[in-house]
């Protein structure tokens, strides 16, 4: 067991617990934001910590030290440390954009009695959906992500808000359901739903049957992601938020389900028999999505569409079921959640200096504001993929893998992705020449942008050149995440040793052969029944049928 296991945790755990010291100095604004940013600086060194501990094996955590299938982990391997770590500092540039802007605007925009307590939950959940090895848990990080959303995308109480808000609600608790029923039929089943004994029982049951376990997860999943169809309520939801709000959501909440997609497809489902589908799906979603951006006319409603088509390259990876596939995807997730975020609080700054999102009404800001120009300029170019910057690195690895697996829907996509980068570009220039270069349709007023905000903004727009310089360090870490990803036994083996879980808490085990009420437990065997009372019942190899199968949680298969 690596030292570094007992901190698998704390992005979840140190979050929680300042949101709660949070709510209780809720009359206090300058305590709630050092707790924030104290408990997320914390967050982000920890999860650098175990990302570099992950490259070496996975890491597991038997919470209440039950072990599995009975307990539920938490599993930090290379792809889970990558995407905490990303997480992690934009979550904490976001608040640091967010308290200056609450200071500048008095808090009229961002209540900090609301928004500390309810942000820091959002970023527990994230933590905790990233590093949970169980079906169920990882619907309750989706929860606890999506009760914080639904407050923070209707700060402010205006109208507009609160009917955006309204369709953002309606959808979240529709894929919520969807994902629940999906949790209780694997459930039925097979019997569990911790990650690693589902990639074994999986395979044993009818094929149709998982089959049709795999198109509700990936429905339910689909929706948080905003994949085509089902991405309609995210332009309509994400531009009436507060800046630093849209930002998170841009740059986190999708990408939560388009982690989760890569987790089950590479675990629970590696057949590849909705490949097809989810290439389809790519497809669709580049194409609709940047039409969508170019036909718009608002900068933030053109951003969210770019949001929309860039999901159909990390879906178009995964599909492709190679390594090389996988590997460029999780490289443009982690680009994406960088440029994306960065954009939006750039916006945010257009807003304040120029008075407005509409093209139509900016203009001159490259004059008035130099600065704002370069922010928007590089990361817009980034997103893009203007070479030789991260986008253009992650959309010629996904363009590669298509290319090499060959197939004519492959060579699809590989045309769809150039045309939709062309798209891109053609908008994020179009945008540009209104907004920065030519003249203002009037006069704008004189607006001293806070340091705080432009600094906060400027470190996500350094972390996304960054990237750039960095990305043949990172593509080799991708590359081994993906072969990990690709080789479901590493993780098994690491929750389950042996291919079987012990399912008991070791303390209580060791209590009740003091107290003479259990006998030792061979490797391999399974148990009947655990619980404080001992009544461990070993049952033999042969009784089982072998390894995996046989009971265990009280018998049922």
């Not at 808000?161 to 359901?177: D, P």
Request: proline residues 5%; aromatic residues 8%; contains cysteine.
């Amino acid at each position: 067991m690596s030292d570094l296991t007992w901190a698998v945790p704390l992005p979840v755990v140190l979050p929680l617990a300042a949101a709660g010291l949070a709510l209780v100095l809720w009359r206090n604004a300058r305590a709630q934001g050092v707790i924030s940013v104290v408990a997320l600086s914390l967050v982000l060194v920890t999860s650098v910590a175990l990302l570099v501990a992950a490259d070496s094996g996975p890491l597991v955590l038997d919470i209440g030290s039950w072990a599995a299938p009975v307990g539920i982990d938490l599993v930090a391997d290379r792809l889970s440390t990558l995407m905490l770590t990303v997480s992690s500092a934009v979550t904490l540039c976001v608040l640091l954009y967010s308290l200056a802007q609450g200071l500048a605007d008095n808090n009229a925009e961002t209540p900090v009695a609301i928004f500390h307590p309810t942000y820091l939950v959002l970023t527990a959940g994230v933590a905790n959906a990233f590093l949970t090895g169980d079906l169920f848990n990882l619907f309750v990080g989706f929860e606890m992500l999506l009760v914080a959303s639904y407050v923070l995308i209707t700060l402010g109480g205006t109208g507009e808000r609160i009917r955006a808000g309204t369709i953002y609600v309606v959808v979240s608790l529709l894929s919520s359901l969807l994902f629940l029923l999906a949790v209780a039929l694997v459930y039925a089943a097979t019997g569990t739903v911790n990650m690693a004994q589902l990639a074994m029982r999986l395979d044993e049951i009818d094929p149709d049957v998982a089959f049709a376990l795999q198109l509700l997860l990936l429905l339910a999943f689909g929706i948080k992601a905003a994949i085509f169809p089902l991405f309609a309520w995210l332009p309509d939801s994400y531009p009436t938020a507060p800046a630093p709000v849209t930002a998170v959501f841009a740059g986190l909440l999708t990408k939560v389900g388009v982690y989760a997609i890569i987790r089950t497809q590479t675990l629970l489902f590696p057949d590849g028999r909705a490949d097809d589908l989810l290439l389809w799906a790519a497809l669709a979603t580049m194409i609709v999505g940047i039409l969508g951006a170019v036909a718009q006319n608002d900068v933030k409603r053109m951003i969210s569409f770019t949001l929309v088509s860039h999901i159909g390259y990390m879906v178009f990876g995964i599909a492709l079921s190679t390594e090389a596939g996988l590997s460029a995807a999780v490289f443009y997730v982690a680009h994406h959640i960088t440029v994306q975020t960065t954009l939006f609080l750039v916006v945010g700054l257009m807003e304040r200096r120029g008075g407005s999102t509409s093209l139509d009404a900016l203009g001159g800001l490259a004059r008035l504001a130099p600065l704002l120009a370069v922010m928007f300029f590089l990361p817009a170019m980034n997103l893009a993929g203007i070479p030789p910057l991260s986008g253009f690195l992650g959309k010629a690895g996904l363009i590669q893998a298509g290319v090499q697996v060959g197939t004519p829907l492959a060579y699809a996509l590989v045309a769809g992705g150039i045309t939709t980068s062309l798209l891109t570009l053609y908008a994020i220039v179009k945008a540009w020449n209104k907004a920065f270069w030519q003249p203002a349709p009037e006069d704008v007023a004189e607006v001293t942008l806070p340091r705080g905000m432009v600094g906060s903004a400027a470190a996500l727009v350094v972390g996304g050149v960054a990237l750039t310089v960095v990305a043949g360090p990172l593509y080799d870490y991708t590359e081994r995440a993906a072969a990990t990803l690709r080789d479901r036994d590493q993780y098994v083996t690491a929750v389950l040793p042996g291919g079987r879980g012990e399912g008991r808490s070791a303390d209580v085990t060791d209590e009740a052969r003091r107290e003479g009420g259990t006998d030792p437990v061979e490797e391999g065997a399974d148990l009947e029944d655990v619980g404080p009372g001992g009544g461990e019942r070993q049952i033999a190899p042969d009784e089982t049928g072998g390894e995996g199968s046989g009971t265990d949680e009280g018998g049922e298969p």
